[in-house]
């Protein structure tokens, strides 16, 4: 059974920093390319940030530049390293995999940024 298990989130100024984690089980960790969604309050889950199985990178426009996605093959974790982070970057941030059958989420981590 596939689980996603994320940390890190919580409540920070606008300028600071986060990292949140998402520890991966039941797949085949290295094999799957591992992304990142957000939603915030009345609008539509969108998606952030993708990692691929050979770790190639991509991001949406709106945090290009000041987050960084990684993964640890070793640990089956996937990282979200979150700087000069912005009030519009609150949201509820949920780690996704699909192991080309369905897709599998995360409980989901708040983020909060106060201004």
């Known amino acids: 059974q596939v689980q996603l298990v994320e940390s890190g989130g919580g409540l920070v100024q606008a300028g600071g920093s986060l990292r949140l984690s998402c520890a991966a089980s039941?797949?085949?960790?290295?094999?799957?390319?591992m992304r990142w969604y957000r939603q915030a309050p009345g609008k539509q889950r969108e998606l952030i940030a993708t990692?691929?199985?050979?770790?190639?990178?991509n991001y949406a426009d709106s945090v290009k530049g000041r987050f960084t996605i990684s993964r640890d093959n070793v640990k089956n974790t996937v990282y979200l390293q979150m700087n000069r982070l912005k009030p519009e970057d609150t949201a509820v941030y949920y780690c996704?995999?699909?192991?080309?059958?369905?897709?599998?989420w995360g409980q989901g981590t708040q983020v909060t940024v106060s201004s």
């Open positions: 996704n995999v699909n192991n080309g059958l369905r897709d599998y």
């Open positions: 039941g797949i085949i960790y290295s094999a799957n390319a």
């Open positions: 990692i691929t199985r050979h770790s190639t990178t």
